[in-house]
């Protein structure tokens, strides 16, 4: 069955700017996680929705933003873009917890 | 809350050689315990989890984990490596209950040496 899909997979902005990024979980998944990793912060937890609810959220600003639609698809706005927002964005799908989260190959955001 | 330390940045080791990644957690409640792998510019893939049952855990590629609750261990070892093996290791745990996110260590580099 296909995998965690998230589109685009490069994605260059500049400053002020804002960005969607868009996340297709596995079929079946309604737990979809977002995940920003770079070199000085790692992989830091952003949101979670399931069934269209954000249940849990990290310790990022209001910037940051996300939605699930009832197909389970999610999507994350980051506006007023800031050069530290470089970073690559991962998605992840599950069932719910203590399963696996399959991870998507990351949107890699640039901010210039 | 949660929290994950992996001991060594960056490990090197030759082909053929057996290897050992570190990780310790710390928690205030019980939690779910994982490995992943990133390969460049991918995704990061499961390796092997602990939920509960048996302490030694196999997982893909030949890699296995100990879980240890009195020193809140979960080191990661292969008997024998390969250049194929090169990539990032991250450790990760989560709560049992209530909030399905993972909080991950900072990562290890291992590179194995021809």
């Known amino acids: 069955k296909a995998g965690v899909t998230q589109t685009p997979r490069y994605l260059i902005k500049t400053r002020g700017q804002q960005v969607t990024l868009s996340c297709s979980p596995i079929?079946?998944?309604?737990?979809v996680s977002w995940y920003q990793q770079t070199p000085g912060q790692g992989l830091q937890f952003l949101f979670e929705?399931?069934?269209?609810?954000?249940?849990n959220k990290g310790n990022f600003p209001g910037r940051f933003s996300g939605r699930q639609f009832s197909n389970s698809r999610s999507e994350m706005n980051v506006s007023t873009l800031e050069l530290g927002d470089s970073a690559l964005y991962l998605c992840?799908?599950?069932?719910?917890?203590?399963?696996?989260?399959?991870f998507g190959q990351g949107t890699r955001l640039t901010v210039v | 809350a949660q929290s994950v330390t992996q001991l060594d940045s960056q490990v090197p080791v030759f082909e053929e050689a057996p290897v050992e990644l570190r990780c310790n957690y710390s928690?205030?409640?019980?939690?779910?315990l994982f490995w992943y792998v990133q390969y460049p510019n991918q995704g990061l893939q499961l390796l092997l989890k602990?939920?509960?049952?048996?302490?030694l855990v196999k997982g893909i590629n030949g890699f296995e984990a100990e879980f240890n609750k009195s020193q809140t261990s979960f080191h990661l070892r292969k008997p024998s490596v390969h250049i194929s093996d090169t990539a990032e290791y991250f450790c990760?745990?989560?709560?049992?209950?209530?909030?399905?996110?993972?909080?991950f260590g900072t990562g290890t580099r291992l590179t194995v040496i021809p």
């Open positions: 992840a799908s599950s069932t719910g917890v203590g399963t696996e989260a399959f």
């Open positions: 079929s079946g998944h309604r737990s």
């Open positions: 929705y399931f069934s269209e609810t954000q249940r």
């Open positions: 928690s205030s409640v019980s939690v779910y």
């Open positions: 602990y939920l509960s049952g048996s302490t």
């Open positions: 990760a745990v989560s709560a049992l209950t209530g909030a399905n996110n993972l909080f």
